[in-house]
């Protein structure tokens, strides 16, 4: 499925772009580099709805108040192996970046880290965060509740964000990476399919009354107005298929992000001008288990016997986790990464309104145009 | 769906057969009643599959010496948040039972505990170990790995077992108490379907050559004889519902049980007269975040939302993790533990070879009679 027009840009080229616009957001450059690369990362693996086409809607935010650009994370609460840090309304990225951060260099100490993260906003890809403890031989785990768009199991309304989880541990020729929402599928998916008008698959998405609908439209306008309905668990609407365990594993995310650090849970986020997401995060040192090397190893052989195993008819290749992110940062570093050009329209606007040229980044590239969205003096 | 005729019995008639039956296995009486205790708790929680029917298969497997009864469990690496246990194929809920205690006894300590097994045996259900850390004031989380029964997304062969994860919160009035199979269903269900000869669900089964199928028997045999198929993970057999993310859950079973303890991964389990599964447990403080109560009390808020959300049309009520076990526990206690009469007719068997006297639990309850399964001179 297409998303419309691409154009594709290096990734030097975006990093430039991306870090001159942070810094006029009145971002220090190092925090500027922080959110940038967490942004490009997305689009680096492939999941580009939490890439560059991210970088308007944080402006947005920023401009709302929702995002506040001068907050701190701050650690309320410590222990050697444990923290809660409070977010301020700060950048997800930074205080994710702080608070794994946090959590390696406990675990570093102490074999384990892990820190819970209150009022903070969205923070991109889960697996950012994971993959930074992988870097240190560790298993690392991340996730974070968000806007309510999951609907419980026998329920009608949204009670529990898209809740993803990510693990990541090291090992050859591929880390295992695993980064999923603990709903079906995102709320991105079904903006996609509204886009391009086509109907929804079954078992994705709930009506208003809590009935399976096809209609993308109807369901991001019901999220949107908090008419009901929503996305449903992974495992669809009943029992039958295993709902209640998509529900199950939300309610982990909720655990780690929203209930250890006694912040917002997804249903009371984006409320009154405030986000108040929240983030969980793991380090486990595999020294604290024995040779690292050895526990490398041992996963590396089973993740091998299983892209080996036989495969279903019709199909050449069983992947393991990870394999698709390792393949996409080779093509996005050799071909450059693709942005929709609706972004790039919107990314010129927004260089427009920062008193930025694009065409220093884009040499003599010009989007389609379209009405402005960033109006008034910067 | 109906599993055939069941009869009531007091706990405390199974108690005292189990504890009876379990010494005379040879097993020291606090042994025997750990082991007891793991099997009529799965009665109480409604998890039929995982309770008294079990007795039988265990002996069996003691008969056969995959399961043995002087193991002990042997801890060959620690630290002060972790440790590394051998269960030298010694029954499954002594070495569960014992590490988790190990977990919990560090995360008194230290915040944390997290502790992994190998060479162990079938420990019954995920979900006790969990509800011990949870007594404790702690988050309990619990997985295995087993006999390879679900097939990665586009495989054709079961590389990775039904590796169910279980979560357990302290909460009111329940505990979050959340288990089950990171595969869609397990293959106990898909043995009640060939029972009773129905066919089976969409969505539930892969045939050898990694198609959907409905033949549950067909499904069995191949999974017995090594031939391909098997059960789809938690989202079906496609990306498109999410089958990688079922699969993905699985791995992270199989990363705490068989990958840190560096033990047999589900493919290599159940071969040569081993069963040699693996157990993974965490026990996380909840002081190392702040004060429990108030934790506590923000989980049950939130559980409560959940349980007071708009019901979808045609239902009635929705259940929160745990809700549904609460309510068999006072079942069970009230009006006694279902048990089918099958079940009731091998244990009388196993009490003849065994030389006790059913009457002593059941009176004069009579099982239907059938063949002997145990012969010989015990």
New interface residues.
Partial sequence: MSQGKKVRFSYEQLNALCMDAFQKFGFSEHDAATITDVLLTADLYGIQSHGMQRLVRYYKGIQKGTMKVDAKPEIV?E????A?VDGHDGMGQLNGVFAMNLAIKKAKK???G?V?VRNSNHYGIAGYYAKMAARQNM?GFSSTNSEAIM???????A?IGSNPQA?C?PADPYD?F?D???S??TRGKLEMYNKLGEKL?D?WA?DA???PTNDAGAVLANIAAHR?GGIMP????TE???S??????G??S??FS?????GL?S?ETMKAGKSGICHGFMA?N?V???DPA??KA??SN?LQ??RD?????G?S???T?GEKEAAFVKDRKENGIPVIDKTMTEVYDLCDYLHLDPHKYFGDYEPPKAGKMFTGNY
């Fill in positions: 609460f222990t050697p192996v444990s809660v102490s074999g384990v892990i819970s298993i609907v419980p199991t026998y329920a009608s309304k009670m693990w541990v295992f695993f999923a929402a603990t079906v599928v698959p078992g709930l009354e809590g009935q009901g992974l495992g669809g609407s039958q298929l295993g209640h365990k998509g529900y199950g594993n309610m982990v909720e655990l929203s209930i250890l650090s006694q849970t249903n486990i595999l604290a288990f024995g050895a526990i041992h996963l089973y016997s299983l195993a036989p495969k279903a008819s199909q290749r069983i992947y986790h």
